[in-house]
């Protein structure tokens, strides 16, 4: 808290360009915004991660301070942990000029754990859940592979997955 007091000033005169993630019709670009933290998850995440106490919990964070500073430039993000469940759920809301509604994004932080196919499905049907409950209007899933020596190359992915009528996006890093 005391560190966010002391930059709010700045942090308030900063101007972020928001040409690359907004949308022209105002909507938030999550697939833009996600795959630039895929891109960035790559670069810098060994460097990043190895500075939480927590290690499960260090790309969640990071992925946490990487759309806040985007978010703040106009929505919010509501966090919501289940802890002890390896899991944190996040709900971005975005305010759209031309319509009394919110944009609602649901995301779901998933560290992989046993198999792909294992948190793919528990994750799958979490982020339904949790777009049901919030009456959110997109939804992506996050899966963490953390495996040591695994090549980038097999950690990075997009796909869509159709659960219960609805899309959900989900993203590998």
């Known amino acids: 808290v005391i560190p966010r007091q002391l930059t709010a000033s700045t942090e308030e005169m900063t101007v972020q360009e928001t040409v690359w993630y907004v949308a022209p019709d105002a909507r938030l670009d999550m697939a833009k915004l996600l795959t630039a933290f895929q891109q960035f998850f790559q670069e810098h995440s ?9 290690k499960e919990a260090g790309p969640q964070l990071l992925l946490q301070a990487f759309l806040q500073r985007i978010v703040n430039g106009g ?3 509501e966090r919501e942990y289940g802890l002890g469940k ?3 759920d996040l709900l971005v809301i975005w305010p759209l000029p031309s319509s009394p509604s919110p944009q609602k994004i649901v995301l779901e932080l998933k560290v992989l754990h046993k198999s792909l196919n294992q948190t793919l499905a528990a994750g799958l049907e979490q ?25 980038w190359e097999d950690k990075l992915f997009t796909r869509r997955e159709m659960v219960k009528g609805r899309t959900i996006t989900v993203w590998g890093m």
């Open 75 to 77: 929505g919010r993000i």
């Open 86 to 88: 390896m899991r944190t």
């Open 46 to 54: 060994e460097h990043w991660v190895e500075r939480f106490d927590y």
């Open 127 to 151: 982020t339904w859940a949790y777009l049901d409950r919030c009456g959110a209007g997109e939804g992506h899933l996050v899966i963490f592979d953390r495996t040591l020596g695994k090549p």
